[in-house]
Nanobody, 127 residues
Framework: QVQLAESAGGSVQAGGSLRLSCAAS????????MAWFRQAPGKEREGVAA???????TYADSVKGRFTISTDNGKNTLYLQMTGLKPEDTAMYYC?????????????????????WGQGTQVTVFS
C-alpha cells in the first residue's frame, strides 16, 4: 500500500514562490495519476493540478500559468512548484493518487477520485 507524505509548507509573501513535495513510500507511483488538492477554511476542497504516467497535466484555471506539477519517478516523489503566489492561494494542500491508471480528467483532476491521500500541509500567502 502506497503512503503519501507532503513536505512542510510555509508562509510566503504575495508574489513569492514555494515548492511542495510529496514522497511516496510502500510502492512505486509509476503508472498512477497524481494530483494536488487544496482546501481553504470555509471552502470546498478543489483540485489544483494533476499529472499522469504519460506526463499529461491539467490545471485549475485559478493556478494555470503559475503552478507546475511534476513527478520524479526515481525518487518516487510528486512536486508542485508554485510561483506568483496570491493570498487566495492560502489553503491546506494535499497530494493524492488515483491508482486506477486512467490518466488525467477534468481541469485539475485525475480521471477518477483519488484513493490515496497525504496528511496535508499548510501554505499561507500574506500580502
Amino acid at each position: 500500500q502506497v503512503q503519501l507524505a507532503e513536505s512542510a509548507g510555509g508562509s510566503v509573501q504575495a508574489g513569492g514562490s514555494l515548492r511542495l513535495s510529496c514522497a511516496a513510500s510502500g510502492n512505486s507511483i509509476r503508472g498512477y495519476c497524481m494530483a494536488w488538492f487544496r482546501q481553504a477554511p470555509g471552502k470546498e476542497r478543489e483540485g489544483v493540478a494533476a499529472i499522469d504516467s504519460d506526463g499529461d497535466t491539467t490545471y485549475a484555471d485559478s493556478v494555470k500559468g503559475r503552478f507546475t506539477i511534476s513527478t520524479d519517478n526515481g525518487k518516487n516523489t510528486l512536486y508542485l512548484q508554485m510561483t506568483g503566489l496570491k493570498p487566495e492561494d492560502t489553503a491546506m494542500y494535499y497530494c493524492a493518487a488515483d491508482t486506477a491508471m486512467y490518466g488525467v480528467g477534468r481541469k485539475g483532476h485525475c480521471h477518477n477520485p483519488p484513493g490515496l491521500w497525504g496528511q496535508g500541509t499548510q501554505v499561507t500567502v500574506f500580502s
